[in-house]
């Protein structure tokens, strides 16, 4: 079955470049880890492009829409994260606890909606065209940034993540037709 029957209803790919800098961040192990181990980072840097998937519902001149990355690279300086073990006692990572560790950007990431521990971007949007080629863009993008210390810590995790939220307006035009 063809999707030209469904003009109302699209599916896409595309390349998302992205970038994340923020000041004083706490990262954790995945949520499924048993220790409150975190590494604090002064600041934190990254940047990544990823390939994505996207579908979108058009209601009149509205789109309504969702994308997320499927797979992405990240990259950045490496910056060094206080590693705050637990307190109740000496994991795996004990000889670490209350060092500074020098972690840099998870470099290869697979679907970080659905995965722990993955840098990458996801996206819903509602988009109303105000002519045939210019449109605005009311959206929210849900990302998460990963950092990797050098060693394996509390209950064998290397990576550290923290996730943030964005709501945004923008305009939007086709780059071709």
Same mark, same amino acid.
């Given at each position: 079955?063809?999707?030209? !029957?469904?003009?109302? #209803?699209?599916?896409?790919? /595309?390349?998302?470049?992205? &970038?994340? $800098? @923020? %000041?004083?961040?706490?990262?954790?192990?995945?949520?499924?880890?048993?220790?409150?181990?975190?590494?604090?980072?002064?600041?934190?840097?990254?940047?990544?492009?990823?390939?994505?998937?996207?579908?979108?519902?058009?209601?009149?001149?509205?789109?309504?829409?969702? !994308?997320?990355?499927? #797979?992405?690279?990240?990259? /950045?300086?490496?910056?060094? &994260?206080? $590693? @705050? %073990?637990?307190?109740?006692?000496?994991?795996?990572?004990?000889?670490?606890?209350?060092?500074?560790?020098?972690?840099?950007?998870?470099?290869?990431?697979?679907?970080?909606?659905?995965?722990?521990?993955?840098?990458?971007?996801?996206?819903?949007?509602?988009?109303?065209?105000?002519?045939?080629?210019?449109?605005?863009?009311?959206?929210?993008?849900? &990302?998460?940034?990963?950092?990797?210390?050098?060693?394996?810590?509390?209950?064998?995790?290397?990576?550290?993540?923290?996730?943030?939220?964005?709501?945004?307006?923008?305009?939007?035009?086709?780059?071709?037709?």
């Amino acid at each position: 079955m063809s999707l030209n !029957n469904f003009r109302w #209803f699209r599916l896409g790919w /595309g390349v998302r470049a992205w &970038g994340y $800098y @923020a %000041g004083r961040t706490d990262m954790f192990p995945k949520s499924s880890a048993l220790s409150s181990d975190t590494l604090k980072f002064g600041r934190i840097s990254a940047n990544g492009a990823s390939f994505l998937a996207g579908a979108n519902f058009r209601l009149w001149k509205f789109d309504i829409g969702a !994308n997320t990355d499927l #797979f992405g690279v990240a990259f /950045g300086l490496k910056r060094r &994260g206080l $590693y @705050a %073990g637990s307190g109740l006692y000496a994991g795996e990572g004990g000889e670490y606890y209350n060092k500074y560790l020098a972690s840099n950007p998870a470099t290869v990431n697979v679907l970080p909606l659905v995965m722990d521990k993955q840098s990458g971007q996801s996206e819903v949007y509602v988009r109303f065209w105000i002519t045939d080629q210019i449109g605005v863009k009311v959206a929210y993008t849900h &990302g998460r940034v990963t950092y990797a210390a050098p060693y394996k810590l509390d209950n064998g995790q290397k990576r550290y993540s923290t996730t943030y939220g964005v709501p945004y307006v923008a305009l939007s035009f086709p780059l071709y037709n």
